[in-house]
């Protein structure tokens, strides 16, 4: 039978059948060559999209599903606004050539308790000194609490150094560091944003990024960038510290605490000195 002989009806059948027959093909192929492709290609199509939410609606007493696409590049914007205030810039005095005071850099840091608790780079911040801390709301002075041998050190909030400035900052949730995936980002927020790839427990950060937070793209903690022999603490370390930094008096079985992740913070706390 020729096609000129077709009718109408199934003309439109004909047609159904060779988009159906095509788009199997489509897919196959598609597949196939997916499956072929070296994972330097697939990573970035795989991080397009990081999550799919579904919000249920109620319409006209029906139960409707409306599905969200959450694009990777809007869950980095809002993981780096929720942190904004939580990470300070650190200055610490010291003596010039000519023996004059002066301030000079001392890293970053991050707050990681609601009583001020800045965690910054142990390397930068070894041991007492005069130190400030300054974020969007001010500059303020520090105490030197402790370091720890991870490399990492503890400095707590103190007054105004204009004494007018009000301390507002937040504090970001505290991630889970084994949860994450190869090839998951990781946002690194400190003098600048950078970002990286999880490649497993070896992570490896510039020594300009010192006291930076690394966020996962859900805006938590997964540790600090540090600028000595290793590169990152992760939060779990720092979590333990801080307990024993808080209560030193008191003597805290490691196996016994909970994991990172289940320690979360208040993600705004203003305080008054």
């Known amino acids: 039978m020729d096609i000129k002989d077709l009718n109408k009806p199934q003309l439109i059948l004909?047609?159904?059948?060779l988009s159906f027959v095509t788009s199997i093909a489509t897919g196959i192929t598609t597949v196939t060559l997916m499956q072929q492709a070296p994972k330097?290609?697939?990573?970035?199509?795989?991080?397009?999209?990081?999550?799919?939410?579904?919000?249920i609606q109620q319409v006209e007493g029906k139960t409707t599903v409306q599905t969200i696409v959450v694009k990777e590049e809007d869950l980095v914007v809002d993981a780096i606004a929720k942190n904004k205030t939580a990470v300070f810039a650190v200055g610490k005095e010291t003596?010039?050539?000519?023996?004059?005071?002066?301030?000079?850099?001392?890293?970053r840091g991050f707050a990681?308790?609601?009583?001020?608790?800045?965690?910054?780079?142990?390397?930068?911040?070894?041991?007492?000194?005069?130190?400030?801390l300054k974020n969007d709301s001010g500059k303020f002075k520090a105490?030197?609490?402790?370091?720890?041998?991870?490399?990492?050190s503890f400095l707590k909030l103190k007054s105004s150094v204009n004494g007018t400035d009000k301390l507002v900052f937040a504090v970001p949730a505290f991630?889970?560091?084994?949860?994450?995936?190869?090839?998951?980002?990781?946002?690194?927020?400190?003098?600048?944003?950078?970002?990286s790839l999880f490649e497993g427990t070896n992570i490896n950060i510039t020594k300009s990024s010192a006291g930076a937070v690394m966020l996962d793209l859900d805006g938590n903690a997964l540790g600090i960038a540090l600028s000595g022999e290793v590169s990152f603490a992760p939060i779990d370390a720092i979590n333990k510290a801080l307990k024993l930094a808080l209560?030193?008096?008191t003597k805290i079985d490691s196996t016994a605490?909970?994991?990172?992740?289940?320690?979360?913070?208040?993600?705004?706390?203003?305080v008054t000195p």
């Open 143 to 152: 105490d030197f609490i402790s370091t720890d041998k991870a490399g990492f």
């Open 175 to 195: 991630g889970n560091l084994s949860k994450m995936k190869v090839g998951q980002k990781i946002i690194v927020v400190g003098s600048g944003v950078s970002s």
């Open 247 to 249: 209560a030193p008096e």
């Open 95 to 107: 003596l010039d050539a000519e023996g004059k005071v002066a301030e000079v850099p001392a890293g």
């Open 14 to 17: 004909l047609a159904v059948l």
């Open 40 to 55: 330097s290609f697939t990573a970035p199509i795989n991080r397009v999209i990081q999550q799919t939410v579904e919000k």
């Open 257 to 270: 605490l909970p994991p990172a992740a289940s320690v979360l913070a208040p993600t705004s706390t203003p």
């Open 112 to 132: 990681v308790s609601g009583d001020g608790i800045v965690v910054v780079d142990g390397a930068l911040v070894p041991d007492k000194a005069t130190y400030y």
